[in-house]
C-alpha cells in the first residue's frame, strides 16, 4: 500500500529567501505524485504534478518539484518565497497500474512566511 | 464556472446524532470523492463515486455512507456521531475516475464540530 511522508510539519522563513518540502513515498508500483496547497479556510488546490517524463515539473507561481525514483522523494522547492506563499501544503501520491488511482496525503507541511 | 460547492460550511452536533453532507461538482464532472480531515493532519479519503456507483471506500466504519445523484451531486452520511468524528470534510470532483491525471478540485468543505 502506498503512503507518503512529510518530514517537516512546519517550516518558517523569511520572505524573498529560498525554501524546500520535503515529501517521501512508498510504494511497490509505479506512481503518480502531487502537490497541493490549502490556504486558511479552503479547499485543496493543486499546485503541480508529476506523471510521466520531465523529472522535473514546475507550476506557474515557480514552485517546482523534482520526482526521485531512487530516494523515493518529491521534494517542493521555491527559490524565493513571497508572504502569499504562507499555506499548508500537502503531498499525494497515487499508485498504477493496478492501483486505485485514489490519491494517498501526506500530514501536510505548514509553510510560514516572515517579512 | 462555479467550483465544488459544499454546504453547509459549518455545523454543529450532539454525541449520537446524524448528519447529512451535501456536495456539488464542477459542471460536467462526473466523479465525486469524499474526504475527512482531521485538525493538524492531511485528507484521509472516505468514498470515490463515478456514474452513481461506489468506486471506492476507505478504512471507515459502517456510520458513514454516500451516495450519488442523477446529477451527479452527492451526499455523506454519518450516523451515531462520535467525538472524533469532529472534522473538515472535503468534497472533491474530477471529469473521470480511474485516470490520475484527472485531478481532483476541491470545494472549501464542512466543517463539523460534534459536542
Known amino acids: 500500500a502506498q503512503s507518503v511522508t512529510q518530514l517537516d510539519s512546519q517550516v518558517p522563513v523569511f520572505e524573498e529567501a529560498p525554501v524546500e518540502l520535503r515529501c517521501n513515498y512508498s510504494?511497490?508500483?509505479?506512481?503518480?505524485l502531487f502537490w497541493y496547497v490549502q490556504y486558511p479556510n479552503q479547499g485543496l488546490q493543486l499546485l503541480l504534478k508529476y506523471l510521466s517524463g520531465s523529472t522535473l515539473v514546475e507550476s506557474i507561481n515557480g514552485f517546482e518539484a523534482e520526482f526521485n525514483k531512487s530516494q523515493t522523494s518529491f521534494h517542493l522547492r521555491k527559490p524565493s518565497v513571497h508572504i502569499s506563499d504562507t499555506a499548508e501544503y500537502f503531498c499525494a501520491v497515487s499508485e498504477y497500474p493496478g492501483g486505485s488511482y485514489i490519491p494517498t496525503f501526506g500530514r501536510g507541511t505548514s509553510l510560514i512566511v516572515h517579512p | 464556472d462555479a467550483g465544488v460547492t459544499q454546504s453547509p460550511t459549518h455545523l454543529i452536533k450532539t454525541r449520537g446524532q446524524q448528519v447529512t453532507l451535501r456536495c456539488s461538482p464542477i459542471?460536467?464532472?462526473?466523479?465525486v470523492s469524499w474526504y475527512q480531515q482531521v485538525l493538524g493532519q492531511g485528507p484521509q479519503f472516505i468514498f470515490q463515486?463515478?456514474?452513481?456507483?461506489?468506486?471506492g471506500r476507505g478504512n471507515f466504519p459502517d456510520r458513514f455512507s454516500a451516495r450519488q445523484f442523477p446529477n451527479y451531486s452527492s451526499e455523506l452520511n454519518v450516523n451515531a456521531l462520535l467525538l472524533g468524528d469532529s472534522a473538515l470534510y472535503l468534497c472533491a470532483s474530477s471529469l473521470s475516475w480511474g485516470h490520475s491525471n484527472s485531478p481532483l478540485h476541491f470545494g472549501n468543505g464542512t466543517r463539523l464540530t460534534v459536542t
Open positions: 510504494s511497490s508500483v509505479s506512481v503518480y
Open positions: 459542471s460536467g464532472h462526473k466523479s
Open positions: 463515486y463515478y456514474e452513481k456507483e461506489e468506486r
